[in-house]
């Protein structure tokens, strides 16, 4: 960052003057000077941090309650210093933390908050803008479209030199955006809804379809927005855990015939339990066939889709409706940034936008007005971290860790192969490795126990096929092929204890 004057203090306890406001009564004294001591000392501990740790447990050694009662049972009356707050935050409340950005974090979909990111949440927590109309804060409206636009070309999606160029904009998780995709659907098939809502008429036939192994968000989404959990229909997959095409058809005919309204397939890149890859293109076309919006989850492997060799993963992913990318997995940027595309932001506008006269503002085709595209009117300035992190790796960077996190889980993969205790319940397109004890579901989750007891390592487990699975995601920046290597010898060490 330039060293300007702009960057520098308005004030830093100076006295009121022409240029420099005089203190509130609220404001305590020396409060901008505490702010820079008690932030360089911040930044260390964070630098300190993230150097070593490796050294620590990955998962939280607390008890429950343990942090809550060993916390004051009311706020206090006088203010406390920074020192004693961040003593506290050392002593009490890190104990009680799972170590998420811990390179040995193999739970779930392992992840990266990187030191960019980091920098960009606290210049936009300093700022505390709120984009709600393009006049509240240009810079928040405008540097999210270039951004999420950088991200749409390494995505491989359409742009400007297209009829339909995708519109992104950031919401917080996939379980959001994906609701917004919901909305979308019901609003390209039934505008009424919007206005008499989604059972207007005693209807309620409006049905969804996903595969059976789609994350519950789809399911929730269809519940929040009034399509009922009945009508969302799960599709049978193949036994690599894929949405079977030729069974949506049938479903989607069956229902039409019975007088349902088919009006939404949400696909799936990168199932949460195998990392599977729904066959889009032939999803696309059942759509087309019926006029049903189509949403495509790749909110953790779409990461994958930089590199490639992998662009394949999206194919026809140009003939979708909607796009789900969650920056906050795969993509070194800290939770919570969730990418949500559309090449139909006029439904999605159509679907949301509500401006009461206080929000009312001078039309101009190039004053984006982020309140206009979704549920929320606040919208935290979140693209400057994505901003940061992606001037400050490059593709090249990015490319390189995706890619070796790939050869490392095909590495694992092997070594479950070649032991003749375990098997591998899935294959392995992405980073996660889904494999099994060839024994009991309880002797597998007692191994997984038994390694996340160690504190060196935390892996998670999923059910596929009816057997419990012991599941290992790879994603951190810092993870290096030794930790995944003490996850294999910690796994096969327990099983040779069950």
């Known amino acids: 960052m330039s060293k300007t004057p702009d960057f520098k203090p308005v004030r830093a306890n100076a006295p009121a003057n022409a240029t420099a406001h005089a203190a509130s009564n609220a404001e305590p004294a020396g409060y ?9 000392e911040t930044v260390d501990w964070i630098a300190q941090y993230l150097s070593s740790l490796g050294d620590r447990q990955v998962l939280a050694a607390t008890k429950p309650g343990q942090l809550y009662d060993a916390l004051p049972a009311s706020a ?4 406390e210093s920074f020192e004693a707050i961040l003593r506290d935050f050392d002593q009490l409340v890190m104990p009680a933390v799972t170590q998420w950005n811990h390179p040995r974090f193999f739970a779930y979909f392992a992840c990266t908050g990187t030191t960019p990111a980091v920098l960009g949440e606290m210049l936009a927590a300093a700022l505390n803008t709120n984009g709600l109309h393009w006049k509240t804060s240009p810079a928040v409206a405008e540097l999210e479209q270039k951004t999420l636009d950088w991200l749409r070309q390494w995505l491989g999606l359409p742009g400007g030199e297209s009829k339909n160029p995708w519109f992104g904009i950031v919401y917080d998780t996939a379980s959001t955006s994906s609701m917004h995709a919901i909305v979308c ?6 505008p009424e809804a919007r206005v008499h809502g989604a059972n207007h008429g005693n209807k309620g036939d409006l049905v969804l379809y996903t595969s059976d192994q789609a994350h519950s968000s789809i399911e929730k989404g269809a519940i929040a927005v009034g399509i009922g959990q009945k009508n969302v229909r799960k599709v049978p997959s193949d036994a690599q855990f894929r949405m079977n095409a030729d069974t949506l058809a049938a479903m989607v005919a069956e229902d039409k015939a019975a007088g349902k309204r088919p009006f939404c397939v949400v696909a799936t890149i990168g199932t949460t339990s195998s990392t599977s890859v729904d066959p889009l293109p032939q999803i696309v ?13 790749c909110a953790y492997a779409g990461a994958a889709a930089v590199l490639p060799e992998h662009k394949h993963i ?3 992913a140009e003939r979708a409706h909607s796009l789900v990318f969650n920056a906050h997995k795969w993509l070194l940027t800290p939770i919570d940034l969730s990418a949500f595309y559309t090449r139909r932001p006029d439904i999605l506008r159509q679907a949301f936008s509500l401006t009461p006269e206080y929000l009312k503002t001078t039309d101009d085709p190039r004053a984006h007005n982020l309140m206009d595209y979704g549920v929320p009117l606040g919208h935290r ?15 090249e960077r990015i490319e390189a860790m995706v890619r070796q996190h790939i050869e490392w889980a095909q590495r694992l993969a092997a070594l479950v192969d070649a032991d003749p205790r375990f098997e591998r319940v899935a294959p392995v397109p992405f980073s996660v490795v889904c494999f099994r004890f060839k024994g009991s579901d309880d002797q597998n989750r007692l ?5 996340n007891a160690s504190g060196r390592v935390f892996i998670s487990g999923t059910v596929l096929n009816g057997k419990q699975v012991i599941r290992l995601a790879i994603g951190n920046l810092h993870t290096v092929w030794e930790d995944v290597q003490e996850a294999w010898d910690l796994v096969a060490k327990a099983a040779g204890e069950v």
């Open 32 to 40: 901008i000077d505490d702010f820079r001591r008690a932030g360089h």
């Open 76 to 79: 206090p009356q006088q203010g």
């Open 185 to 190: 659907a019901r609003e390209m098939v039934d």
């Open 285 to 297: 076309d059942v759509a087309e066939k019926y006029g049903m919006w189509v949403h495509v989850d």
């Open 314 to 316: 999206l194919a026809a």
């Open 381 to 395: 300035f979140r693209a400057l971290k994505l901003w940061f992190v992606l001037r400050y790796f490059g593709r």
């Open 447 to 451: 191994i997984m126990e038994k390694v």
